[in-house]
């Protein structure tokens, strides 16, 4: 960790984009080093004409804190405001196909609101993006995301994708010929009824009565309508789930014995959740014909990604990936001396972006420096993986309460000291 602090003392942020193409972000700083700083939208950008370092910003969100864009903003400000004019910095918002997708996915695009329901069936209103080769990009965790719900109110077996399934169905309005579907952060366990009630496929019961599309439905259903499912998505429309895991639907890495206790359900609950799962792949398998009960990633946001693979032939692929293509990192990439990333809290190699990143970068020979809400790893046994620093803005900022307070001020204050760092190292000349 790093003590020293350069003067920096930012207090807003606030971005905008030129018609060149450079993003510029204002921030309230002392007159001594206050000034424009640019960020390259392309990598192609130049700082003043000559570039003696350049450096790739690309977080995820701080979750409950900051988005991934103003994260890599305040991180990149930081950077330039220390290192100077010699330093090109190149932002890339990132993200896994949980939260802050559709954001990142349609940074350059257009944010289209939708009314629907969160995942207990109350009207919400959410958010859907539009690309400019028309596709749209749907988060379903702004419908059906855990972050809706109160912790009392959290319970997989009362909660539905429906609102979900009613983003799919807006962004098939908008003419989109792709419908990318980010499956994280679900509150629900409903392996995608919900969605498919939004799209046109009733779950009955034995007596051919509509069953509520909740979790604890599940091994009730004993046939499937699908006579209003719209066909477009059949025929016309290509629906790709970006997933955060590669969970498959059940078994002890599934949908119900790994995740559903984190969305509210008592031991009890979660196994009549994974009965729920296997028979409803069973009721899928006969319906659509497709065993996708193991397929990885089935299991992501509770099941839906297998809901939308068995009755509209999804392909399932892993969200980062998928994001960082979009995104176009390993173009930015090309030629970077340093990769700056970072989350909320990177206790884990597994943090997906920041594992992400950390891959594309280590496989380019391109050092990393990782900045989190909080760290809890040790510095000797992240060298191997090409990470040579990380900077925790909870010791930063003196608490993670401070931490979460004042989210740009202090990402500002930690990218002037990975900055710091980097120059003492030797490697910025």
Known sequence: MLSDSPDVDAVALEGSV???????????????????????SSYEARVNGR????????????RDSITAELAAE????????RAGDDAEVVTIPLADGGEGTVLV???DGELIDVETVDALGRPVSARIGMLDDCTSVVEMAEASGLWRLDPSERNP???STLGSGILIASALETGAR?????????????????ALEALGVRALNDAKNSLEPIGANLSKVAYLDTAGLDRRLVTDVSVVVACDVTAPL??????????????????EEVEALERGLMHIAGIYEETFGSEVAEDPGSGAAGGLAAGLLAAVDADLVDGFDLVAQITGLDSALEGADLVITGEGSFDSVSGKVTAGVTRHAHRLGIPVAVVAGQTGLSDESLKPMGIEMQLSLAELAGSVEEAKARPAEHLVTGGAQVAAWWARTGKAV
Do not use: H, W
């Open 51 to 62: 570039i003696r370092m350049r450096v790739v910003v690309a977080p995820d969100k701080f």
């Open 157 to 159: 077996m009362r909660t």
């Open 74 to 81: 305040a991180i990149a400000r930081g950077f330039v405001q």
């Open 250 to 267: 059940y078994g002890p890495l599934g949908a119900a014995r790994r995740f559903a206790s984190q969305k509210g359900a008592n031991p």
């Open 18 to 40: 030129t018609g060149c193409g450079l993003r510029v972000v204002s921030l309230a700083v002392p007159a001594s080093v206050a000034g424009e700083c640019k960020f390259a």
């Open 105 to 107: 996915l349609a940074r």
């Open 178 to 194: 792709r419908i990318i579907v980010g499956a994280g952060g679900s509150a629900t366990v409903d392996a995608g009824l919900g």
